[in-house]
Structure formats: C-alpha cells, structure tokens
C-alpha cells in the first residue's frame, strides 16, 4: 500500500497537534492546575498517538503514548506535572517535531536513512576550521545513526520515570490519608461502629499493598530496560571510537617492498581481518610495534632466496600480517615461514648474559625461552644490520603491549616460520576483571590473566598445589599485598588462577565477588614501587578498587610462597533449587541482568560469553534450562542451539533466545534451530521471562516422568 | 570554608592569596595559583605497602588520584579515623595528586615582603616543608612549599 498521501495528512495533522500542544503547555506553565488545559493536551497526544500508529511510526507513537500517560496521571494529580515533567514533555515535543519534519521530507521510518555520506561532500575550508579546534574524528553515518535512535528511548524512560513519581506520590496521600483516620479513631472511645471501620482500614490498607505491589513490578521493569538501554549506549558510544585495523595495515604494502630491497629479499605480503576494529588509541599505539615486528620478519626471520631454494622453500618468503577478534580482545599475528627461532641458540645466550645457569635452562620450555627475546638487548645475532639486530626493537613491542594491557607470545618453529601474536584489548580505557575480596578489602584481578578459579581448593601445607597435573605455587593475597595478619581465619577460600607471561601461580582471596568491566586508569605519582598495582577503577558505587598489577604478583608469589595460614575446604556440592539456568550472553551488563532475575527466583546461573564456552559448560553440567542472546562472537545463539540439538544429552534442554532482533524472520530462524521461546530486549519484561522459565523447566521434567 | 567553594582571591586584598589549611593544630597557607579544587574527603582507598607519606588514593570527579597526608608529612601523629578531613588537588604536576589536610579555613592575603624564615622552635619536618611563616592576625603561619611536599 502507498502511505504517501496518508503520511502527508498525517504530517498536516502532527503540525497542528504539535502546535496546539505547545500553545497549551505554555497555556499550563502559567495556570498549572487547570483541569481544562490538562484535558487538552491529553487529548492532542491521543489523537497523535492513534494516527501515529495507524501509519506505523511506532516512535512517535510510542511518545505520545507516554505523554498522554503522563496527563491521565495529572488529571488525577495535576502537581504530576512539576518543572523537570515540563522539560521533558517539551523535550519529547521537540522529539517529535523533529521525526514529523523528516516525514515531510519523505524520510521514511525508522529515521535510519539518514544523509548519504556520499552526496555532501567536506568542504576543505570547512575542514580546516574545525580541524583547529581540537582533535576531530571521523565517524561513519551508520554509527551515529544508531546512536541517536536511542534519544527517543531514553525519552520514554524518563517520562515513565515520572509516572512513578506520580504513583508514589498518589501512594503516599493515601497511606497519610488512611494515618490520619486510624489516629482519630484511637483518640474517639471505642464503640462499635469504630471497630466496624478497622475492616474498611484494612481493606485501604490491602488496596495500597496491592498498588505498591504493581509498582514495585513497574519500577523494576524500568531498571531492566533502562540497563539495556544504558549498556547499548554504552557500547555505541565505544563504536564511534573504534577504527579498522587497515588504519595501520595500509601503510605495509610500501614499507615491506622498500625494507625487502634493503635486505634483499623477496618477501609476498598477504593481509587479512584489516575490517577488524580497535579502538583509535590502541590502534595508534600498536602501529610501532608492528612496524618492529614486519622489520624483524624480513631481517632475522625470512631467508634470502638462495637460502630458501636449497632448503626447497619458495624463493619469495612468506609474510602474513592477521587481526582478528576473540570475544573482547584482538589478536594481531606476524606470521613468517623463515627460518624460525632456535632455541639452543637463545639458550647460549641466554646462559652467557647470565640470565641463568645452562642446566637450568635446559629445563625452561620453548614458551619461556622465546619470551626473552623481548629482554631488551637481548638478541641472538652476532652481526648488526642498519635496521634491526641491535637488539632494540622486541623489548619496544612488549612494552607497548603490555602499557595497552595486551601482550604478545611467540611460536616458532626451526625452519618452518615464526609467529608473533599481538593479544590487545578491542579498547584501551575497558577492563574486564573479576573481583575479588581479601581482608575485607576488594581487588581486581584482569579476567585476562585468570586461567582458572577453583572454590574452595583442598589447601597444601608445602605452599604448592597440585592443579590441572602441574604443580603451582600459592599464596593468599592478603600477605602478598603486605596486610596485617588477620585475626580471624575465612571458612571458605578460593584460589584463582593466574598465568601472565608463561608463569603460572595462584592466589587465595577470601571471596570471588563477581565479573565486571571496569574504566581502567592509570595511577602516577609516589606511590612507591612496593604496590602490586597496576592502576585503579571505580566500581558504580564509587568505591576505588585497585586493579592488581599480575606481573609484579608474580615475583612475590615466588618469594612469599606457602599460604599456610589458609585452610581450605572442599567445595559443596551443588545445592538443590528450582533448577539450573544457564545464561549465554557476550554483554557483560546483560549477563549480570539476567542473573540477577534468575537468581532473585531462586534458580542457580552460570554465565557463558559465548555459545563455545556454553556448550563446554553443558557438557560439564546438568542444566534444566538455558537463555541465550543471538549475536555472540565465536558461535552465535541460532548455532547454539542447533549444536544442543544434536546432542543427545542436550536435545531436550529448553532454550529460550533473548534477542535485539524483532523481525519476523528472526524468530522463525530461533524456532527453527529449535528455541522453544523468544524474547524481544526491547520487550523484556522479566515475569514474563521467569514465567517462560517456570513453565519451560516444569514441562520438561513432566516429560521425564 | 564550605566545601567545594570556588578558590575566588579577593582582588581588592594585597598579596599572594592562599588557603588557610589545618594539620593537626597548626595552621598552614597554601598558595591558591597552585591549587585546583577543594573537597570533603569522603571515601579514600589506602594502599598497603605505598610510601608512607601516602594516605592512599581519593576520587575527586570521577579521576582516581594518589593523595599525600600532610600530617605524616609535616611529622605529626595520624588523625583519628573518624574525624572528618579535606583534600586538596595540586595543580603543575605531571600527575593529578591531592593533600590531604584536617581541616579548610579562610583565604588569606600574604605580602611576600612579611615572610619571614620559619620560627626556630618548629620541628626540624615542619621547618623542611614550608618556605617561610607569616603572621595571619595573632598566629604565625606556616606557608606550604608544595614541591617540596610532593618530591620529598
């Protein structure tokens, strides 16, 4: 059907509500409890409400919904409509003001269809004006597109806010209302028509539970879409700063044609996962360090052609520069099929640097010997090119890596080729670390450097630990961070896992708290070189949480050794509730969500990032019930459950898919892979999310039966 | 002074302005141009094992600094855990880092021509951090000499 003629009417009509409700609201600024005026507006934002919807501008339908929502509650209270009510109702008129005109220019809904960045070209001198006003970055249209989208929803949040504020308001007159009886009756002798009014006390009294009741509902709904909301701003905002790796990649094809005739070599340059983005500062950050690497490849790594041709290699040696995204980390590989890193040749180094005993070397694996290289000064060449070989350059890269809280690891094999991974954060100021609680104090440990966390480890007198056949040394965080003993012992400890740098070691804290991403900053100034810190980070109830420096952990776990006032028990065996839930999410703020609703219902969670790891957890456990996102790295929802599904063992466990997806075609794709519910975010609405649980893990087990 | 007040001199006194500062029983100046921000000391992070002038780290706007405690520093025993305390941010390092100090007390003029060597009897420590003591009506001040307070 063509809605053009209707949309004009409705553009026509929209103008004219628009007006009269703004002549009205200045109308009820000056004469602010006017039951007319209120009527009014209520019934311009009706009537716009219902054309909006008829033509299916669900935006704007959706605000005037709430402002006519807004003025049911004032017809009742009109001291509803308070100044920050008044802002927000103009700002929602503006809102809609401006989706209208769009609509007049033949935009079409949702506004996504924004500008095509193509036909406005920058003007020069425009550029260079804004150019000195600071730093500017350039952002694809798309992302701003999405980002403004989330306006009118933040919108709607604070008006329904407002209602709230209106039914509380309403609660609290009648709660007084219902004191003021109950004190006169006190007061008056008791007769029996007195005792008679305690029934109609009572019966007030159930009326404001039972609203109380619905309002707690409605407020925690608001939380839970506020949250989405909050956390999908937030990663909007992280995508504006974000660039593609081509950013830096870009510039190789040229320098590796200039270093290879330097060096005589023939070296074929492939490039791939250059879409992969990074944040713009990790992106600045990195591009030295890998013009190190590219150098050392060509210099020390790829042999010349003749070399090549005896060892029945193809003369033009091989280089392939990689990015790809691991959840959120980049991994960035140099990749060579030179002549690899011999290990006996670092060990003779390294044993005449002195950097230990050659027996001792002996026993150091591959792993921990090619981590030298990055010693600065350290290299195995005896001569010295122009370029590298002078043993500056690899210490460059780790440095670099390690200020990103990245890091790097080198595999290599002699006369296959070497690789050097670049492992960095997607962004520089996001850390995601668990919490953890020692002497009633909380640290943050990165999740990165976290191998394992084992609850309530058996405790080893000798301060080693035997754990996944290797054994480790512990030590409890309290001594390691120089607390004071602690009066009393903990019932319960944990060990958590760390390996950083191809050392492994555990620490016992008292309590693991929880996961969390983190703002990370720096800390400078004269702190001393005694704190195992690597910087700090607010939590959300403003606490400073030191972010603990894992490398400088290392070292002391080896001398503070044994945890021996630490006694651990066994871990208990999984406590019996209404069932296991797992949730599969990649949103870290989703996934405390969700946890937190299905844990206040008493359900046991665990928590998968994605959907490898949640089939890793199934296989691992008995769960009644998983809930899963849809876009996921790695392996997505849908594949989730297509997996689950031929599996034996997991092909009745019910899954219900939480999805930003609402198209029809996507829940036909969940059902199809064989979800057994679908959930919209935007809908979410957590008793019909419990609900579908309750019921979805009580038909399953009536099927056992 | 109340809390979080703008670090407004007033132009119509002679003199280098300074906030009027309380460590201990003492008071201190601390040239204003060198300051960014006043703050109630609300929550602080102590670090264990940091040098032992640190009081440990403060958030002043959302920014986690290292804050120094002026009485460890001016040689005297450490405060009461309850009483109520102040932070100072310092401007013209290469790092945010804040002071922190019991108490906040007026803005005062000094006409540098007044300042003179700090008193004989003061602490060798109270001697070290400041560049001079002037008389603020009927006491004898001691002006802050903050780099040598943050890189002592």
């Known amino acids: ?705 | 002074m109340a809390e979080n007040e703008a670090l407004v001199p007033d132009p119509r006194r002679e003199g280098e302005p300074h906030l009027g500062v309380i460590v201990g029983a003492e008071l201190y100046g601390l040239p204003l141009s060198r300051l960014q921000e006043v703050a109630r000391l609300t929550t602080m992070r102590r670090v264990p094992g940091s040098a032992p002038h640190v009081a440990g780290l403060v958030s002043l706007r959302g920014e986690i600094m290292c804050a120094l405690d002026a009485r460890t520093i001016l040689g005297l025993p450490a405060a009461a855990q309850e009483s109520p305390r102040f932070v100072v941010s310092l401007r013209d390092f290469d790092y945010p880092i804040g002071l922190v100090v019991d108490w906040v007390a007026d803005i005062f003029h000094i006409d540098p021509a007044t300042v003179e060597p700090p008193p004989s009897d003061w602490r060798d420590q109270r001697k070290a951090c400041v560049t001079g003591a002037a008389r603020v009506a009927t006491r004898n001040v001691g002006l802050l000499d903050i780099d040598a307070l943050v890189n002592r």
């Open chain 1, 1 to 705: 059907m063509d809605t053009s003629a209707f949309t004009a009417k409705f553009v026509e009509e929209a103008r004219d509500r628009l007006k009269s409700l703004g002549n009205a609201l200045v109308r009820l600024e000056e004469e602010p409890q006017s039951p007319a005026i209120i009527k009014d507006i209520f019934r311009d934002a009706h009537s716009l409400k219902g054309s909006a919807q008829m033509l299916g501008f669900t935006d704007i339908s959706e605000i005037a919904h709430q402002l006519e929502e807004l003025f049911i509650a004032a017809k009742r209270d009109a001291s509803v409509v308070d100044a920050r009510a008044f802002d927000l109702v103009f700002r929602s008129l503006d809102l809609i003001t401006t989706r209208v005109e769009e609509l007049a220019q033949g935009k079409t809904p949702p506004a996504g269809a924004a500008a095509d960045p193509g036909t406005k070209p920058e003007q020069p001198a425009r550029q260079a004006r804004r150019a000195k006003g600071g730093q500017s970055l350039r952002v694809a249209v798309e992302k701003l597109d999405s980002l403004s989208h989330l306006a009118p929803e933040m919108v709607i949040q604070s008006l329904k806010a407002s209602e709230r504020h209106a039914e509380l308001r309403r609660i609290e007159y009648s709660v007084a209302r219902l004191r003021d009886r109950v004190r006169e009756s006190r007061l008056a002798p008791p007769t029996r028509t007195r005792i008679a009014e305690l029934g109609d006390y009572a019966d007030s009294l159930e009326a404001i539970s039972r609203r109380m009741r619905a309002l707690v509902t409605s407020v925690s709904d608001d939380q839970a879409k506020l949250t989405l909301i909050t956390e999908e701003l937030r990663q909007h905002v992280i995508e504006l700063t974000m660039l593609p790796v081509s950013t830096v990649f870009d510039t190789f094809p040229r320098a590796v044609r200039d270093l290879s005739r330097s060096f005589g070599k023939e070296v074929d340059l492939t490039m791939t996962g250059g879409s992969t983005e990074l944040e713009k500062r990790v992106i600045e950050k990195v591009a030295d360090p890998l013009v190190h690497l590219v150098r050392n490849a060509i210099d020390h790594g790829l042999e010349a052609p003749e070399e090549r041709g005896k060892a029945g290699k193809p003369f033009a040696g091989s280089l392939a520069l990689g990015a790809e995204q691991r959840g959120n980390r980049v991994h960035i590989t140099v990749r060579d099929d030179g002549r690899g890193i011999d290990p006996a040749a670092i060990r003779a180094t390294a044993s005449r640097r002195g950097v230990a005993t050659a027996a001792d070397l002996e026993q150091w694996s591959d792993d921990r010997l090619f981590n030298l290289i990055f010693e600065p000064g350290f290299t195995t060449r005896t001569e010295v090119t122009d370029v590298s070989g002078r043993g500056v350059g690899m210490d460059v890269v780790r440095v670099a890596a390690d200020a990103l809280g990245g890091s790097v690891r080198v595999q290599s094999e002699i006369g296959r080729g070497t690789t050097v991974t670049l492992d960095l954060p997607l962004s520089l100021a996001l850390v995601r670390v668990v919490l953890v609680e020692a002497n009633d104090e909380v640290a943050a440990i990165p999740t990165a450097a976290i191998r394992r966390i084992l609850p309530g480890a058996p405790a080893s007198r000798a301060g080693t630990e035997e754990i996944e056949g290797e054994s480790v040394t512990v030590a409890s965080l309290s001594a390691l961070l120089g607390h004071a003993p602690r009066p009393r012992q903990p019932e319960e400890a944990s060990v958590v896992l760390i390996e950083s740098r191809g050392n492994r070691y555990g620490i016992v804290v008292d309590a693991v708290l929880e996961e969390q991403e983190l703002v990370f900053q720096e800390l400078r100034g004269p702190l001393g070189d005694e704190v195992a810190i690597a910087g700090a980070a607010l939590l959300g109830n403003g606490d400073i949480v030191p972010i603990l420096d894992v490398q400088a952990l290392a070292v002391r776990t080896a001398k503070v050794g044994p945890a021996s006032e630490t006694s651990m028990t066994s871990s208990q065996a999984g406590a019996t509730g209404p069932g296991r839930v797992l949730v599969v999410e990649d949103s870290l703020v989703a996934a405390e969500m969700h946890r937190g609703i299905l844990s206040d219902a008493g359900y046991l969670v665990g928590v998968a990032h994605d959907g490898v790891e949640a089939m890793e957890l199934l296989a691992r456990g008995d769960w009644n019930l998983v809930v899963t996102d849809v876009d996921m790295p790695r392996m997505n929802g849908i594949d989730l459950i297509v997996n689950m599904r031929l599996d034996s063992r997991l092909h009745h466990t019910p899954v219900i898919v939480i999805s930003s997806r609402d198209s029809g075609d996507h829940r036909k794709r969940g059902f199809d892979a064989g979800a057994d519910a679908y959930v919209f975010k935007g809908e979410f609405d957590q008793e019909t999310v419990l609900k579908a649980v309750r019921l979805l893990i009580a038909g399953r087990e009536g099927d056992r039966r």
